[in-house]
């Protein structure tokens, strides 16, 4: 299972939100390519940034902070937040980002992100964010009628790279994953899940691999990294490959 640090975008800001409320802010870095190259040294794999700034006013406010990032790193860099339009997305693709998210425009012009999933194929992902167990948009400010499975069950033939699922009363708590959401994601839907929100310690880690069998296969870690309560090298070492543990089934049953 992959571990994706990531970097939350805000004005120029390497920042964390808690259940995605822009009033609880806590800034980490004001260089956002030094925390990047920290991230690739440590052994990461791919990075995940988040435009706080597009997705809440759907404004390019971060742009030369990512393009300053995906020419510096050797890695794969994926991006979400604000890509509400197939030009936005081309412009993402073509200035270095190895996958573009869409999550609000998921929902509301599915058919342009099935267009762009056939285009790129590999290289588009879908973020779908749950309140409640209800899709929510534009920064996680409105909740919509539409439940995050029937969402995931939408893209299941699409060519995406990956669907990446994040429960919002978990994000930024590091209280653990909500493994009953992720699971009815990762059943609802034949395209890859990527964990996202809650991770805490290496023993929410480790909890993850049970969902392996259902198609999670990777998780976005943020504050837990930022923190200190997970060491990125001692994570791969124990849910990446060649880990020792091999993933029980049986508790997802």
Known sequence: MQIIPAIDLLDGHCVRLHQGDYDQVTRFSDDPVAQALSWQSQGAQRLHLVDLDGAKTG?????VAVK???????????????????????????????????????LEQPELVEALAARHPGRIVVGIDAKNG????????????????????????????????????TDGTLAGPNL???????????????????????????????LAPLGVE?????????????????AQQAIGDGRLQDPIASTVA
Not at 75 to 103: F, K, N, Y
């Open 59 to 63: 404004q390019p406010i971060n742009d």
């Open 218 to 234: 990777g998780v976005i870690v943020g504050r837990a990294l930022y923190d200190g309560w997970v060491d990125l090298a001692e």
């Open 68 to 106: 300053a990032i995906t020419a510096t790193l050797d890695i794969p860099v994926q991006l979400g937040g604000g890509v509400r339009s197939a030009e936005r997305a081309e412009e993402l693709l073509a200035c270095g980002l190895d996958r573009v998210i869409l999550g609000t425009v998921a």
């Open 134 to 169: 209800k899709v929510a948009t534009r920064g996680w400010i409105e909740e919509s009628s539409t439940s995050a499975s029937e969402l995931a069950r939408r893209f299941s033939a699409s060519p995406l790279a990956a669907l990446i699922c994040t429960d919002i009363a």
């Open 180 to 210: 009953d959401f992720l699971r009815a994601m990762a059943e609802a839907s034949s395209v890859p899940v990527i964990a996202s929100g809650g991770i805490g310690s290496l023993e929410h880690l480790l909890s993850l691999l049970a």
